[in-house]
C-alpha cells in the first residue's frame, strides 16, 4: 500500500491546518492509522492514532487541539490541526499499521511561524 500525506504548509501560531493521508489501498483492513512527527534534531514521536473501530490515542501535547479520524470509504484518515504553536513545526508523517506489517508515508512539511 502507498500512503500519500498533504496538507502541509505555513500557518502562524494560533491558526489551523487539516492533514489528510490518502491511501492507495482499503484502509478497512488497517488495524491502526495514525499521524506522526519529526522535528529538525528530534526523534519521530508519535502524534494520534486511530484503530479500525473509531478509537483514538493523541500525544498528550496535542490534546485538545489536533483531532484524528478516518474515511474508510475514501481511504483517507485526516489530522485536524488548531490552536497551532511553533513547536509543532515538524514533517508530519502518516502511518499504517496492519499488525504484521506496517507502511509510512512521504511526509508533509508543516512550519509554524511565531
Known amino acids: 500500500v502507498q500512503l500519500q500525506a498533504f496538507g502541509g504548509g505555513l500557518v502562524q501560531a494560533g491558526g489551523s491546518l487539516r492533514l489528510s493521508c490518502a491511501s492507495s489501498?482499503?484502509?478497512?483492513?488497517?488495524?491502526?492509522m495514525g499521524w506522526y512527527r519529526q522535528a529538525p534534531g528530534k526523534q519521530r514521536e508519535l502524534v494520534a492514532t486511530?484503530?479500525?473501530?473509531?478509537?483514538?490515542n493523541y500525544a498528550s501535547f496535542v490534546k485538545g487541539r489536533f483531532t484524528i479520524s478516518r474515511d474508510n470509504a475514501k481511504n483517507t484518515v485526516n489530522l485536524q490541526m488548531n490552536s497551532l504553536k511553533a513547536d509543532d513545526t515538524a514533517v508530519y508523517y502518516c502511518?499504517?499499521?496492519?499488525?504484521?506489517?506496517?507502511?509510512w508515508g512521504q511526509g508533509t512539511l508543516v512550519t509554524v511561524s511565531s
Open positions: 502511518h499504517a499499521d496492519y499488525g504484521a506489517d506496517d507502511f
Open positions: 489501498g482499503s484502509i478497512r483492513s488497517i488495524n491502526v
Open positions: 486511530i484503530t479500525v473501530g473509531g478509537v483514538t
